[in-house]
């Protein structure tokens, strides 16, 4: 029978559990009534996400029960999104992998289903664009459309904003309002503001240390969304991050060293980027002097992350450019390396790169060496700093489990104390918390204003979310579109 004529039913979830390491995820009783739209918060674990995945069939509870659950389910994550882009790149092409429409359609029940879709997501305009040739931004639009190729009856998203400007956020809340009308929605979420307003019900995961060691992660009692917005754990979600900050914070302190001074770090004259098919942007006039922090900001597919690139020697018009990086012109001889040395970064291009097989300290420990994996025998010294590490970030269990092994949220945390181990001239930071939980997402946010105002390193940082903006940093790059590509503004305060 055709799922879309008949009436859809209460899923039902009892006596679930789900055990990883010394982690256990517990859903005692829990209902989703077909008129009701969900948001699981999340809080201080990945429980969301692994509920999300459960749902979605993507992995099987060791015991409980779920009924109702219908035969469509769409499914995003960037979890999902790391996979694809691995596929893209396992395959033997010299080109930048299959096309936005080539993607979508594979997933569309019918051919006609291509061109609504495309343009429901706004994407008509990058339909023939490689994958590996699209923003972070981009890239989640593109697994939006893939989910709901389907026809989904119930749509899960973790993380659903991750990547997308201010104006692909407020087309999504519309977006998925009107999806709402046909569709149960079940969204998980570190942020508050990112609830859109067709969601009715909030659920939460207690969690609690057993004496055994065990972490459980039990969801509390469903509570309406009048009821969550007077909730108290924010408040106590928000003390908790402000005192693990300040432990990392003294952490660095303690470990502080002399590094060499620059002035300037970093200077872009006339930057320019063009390919065949367009120029992306030009007139680019940037200087990063000794002590000043920098936000660039600007819409998905402008060139943000292609302008860290330049920085970081890893695009391949660095050289065409006129750089001064470390005193030193771009190209006078310096090695990648010697760059890399002075450099700490987080990026999802970095994070898709890490794909070698190594423990969560060796990839803590990979910071000190600027490598992807660990090939270098460290010294007792940065041993002992790399398992303080793991204390502060509370990840000391997961110090022998593969990075492969962990959810997405941890693996990020694990890049961004990757990055910040050394304490590096330059700290990169683009798009750093995705994935990441509330209590996390908070803590690293803290500690990178902290960071930046006790001058422990030089920030030069990508994020679209207004809430996200850095006190300390008050010098901003801002891309501007023009009739062919974008040109930026630089607006300097100190």
């Known amino acids: 029978m055709d799922e879309s004529t008949t009436q859809p039913q209460v899923i039902g979830i009892k006596q679930l559990r789900y055990g990883r390491g010394n982690e256990l995820l517990v859903v005692d009783d829990w209902q989703l009534n077909p008129a009701e739209h969900w948001a699981i918060f ?6 969301g996400s692994l509920l999300g ?30 996979a694809l882009l691995e596929r893209e790149l396992a395959k033997d ?12 359609l594979e997933c569309c029940q019918t051919a006609d289903q291509l061109a609504p879709l495309l343009q ?20 989640r639009r593109v697994m939006l459309a893939r989910a709901l190729a389907c026809l989904p009856k119930l749509l899960i998203l973790d993380d659903p904003y991750a990547g997308l400007d201010i104006e692909h956020q407020l087309s999504l809340s519309r977006l ?20 859109p307003p067709c969601i009715s019900h909030v659920g939460l995961f207690n969690s609690e240390m057993l004496k055994s060691g065990q972490s459980v992660h039990k969801l509390s009692p469903p509570m ?10 924010m408040a106590q979600l928000n003390a908790l991050s402000a005192t693990r900050s300040e432990e990392l914070l003294a952490l660095m302190e303690r470990q502080r060293h002399n590094a060499e001074a620059f002035d300037p770090l970093v200077e872009i004259k006339n930057g320019k980027v063009e390919y065949v098919s367009g120029l992306i942007f ?20 402008c060139g943000k992350s292609t302008l860290l690139g330049l920085i970081l020697g890893d695009h391949p018009q660095c050289y065409s450019n006129d750089i001064t990086l470390f005193g030193r012109p771009r190209g006078s001889g310096e090695s990648i390396w010697q760059i890399k040395q002075r450099i700490g970064i987080v990026s999802s291009a970095l994070h898709l790169q890490y794909r070698v097989s190594c423990s969560a300290l060796d990839v803590l420990l990979s910071g000190f060496f600027d490598s992807i994996g660990l090939y270098h025998k460290p010294t007792k010294p940065q041993l002992d700093l790399a398992k303080e590490w793991l204390t502060i970030l509370h990840m000391s269990e997961f110090a022998t489990t593969g990075f492969k092994q962990l959810d997405y949220g941890q693996q990020r945390l694990l890049l961004i104390g990757r990055a910040l181990i050394k304490q590096p001239l330059l700290l990169i930071l683009d798009e750093p918390y995705q994935g990441l939980d509330f209590i996390n997402r908070t ?23 207004r809430e996200d903006a850095l006190p300390s940093i008050k010098n901003f790059v801002d891309f501007i579109k023009q009739d062919e590509g974008y040109s930026v503004e630089v607006s300097l305060v100190e």
Do not use: C
Request: a negative charge; zero cysteines.
């Open 42 to 47: 999340a809080t201080d674990s990945y429980s």
């Open 53 to 82: 995945r459960i749902l979605a069939g993507d992995i099987q509870p060791d015991e409980g029960q779920i009924t109702g659950l219908p035969s469509r389910i769409g499914w995003v994550s960037l979890g999902l999104q790391q």
């Open 93 to 104: 092409e010299l080109d930048y992998g299959s096309s936005v429409a080539s993607l979508v």
């Open 120 to 139: 429901k997501v706004e994407l008509e305009h990058l339909k023939l664009r490689g994958f590996r040739q699209l923003s972070t931004g981009e890239t």
């Open 176 to 195: 998925l309002t009107e999806i709402g009308e046909h569709t149960q929605l079940l969204i998980i979420t570190s942020r508050q503001e990112e609830l």
């Open 224 to 233: 309406s969304i009048d009821q969550w917005r007077n909730h108290p754990v």
């Open 282 to 301: 030009s007139g680019v006039n940037w200087r990063i002097s000794a002590g000043q922090h920098w936000q660039v900001r600007g819409p998905n597919g």
């Open 443 to 465: 803590l690293v946010m803290r500690a990178l204003d902290m960071i930046a105002e006790h001058h422990l390193s030089q920030l030069l940082y990508v994020s679209h979310h």
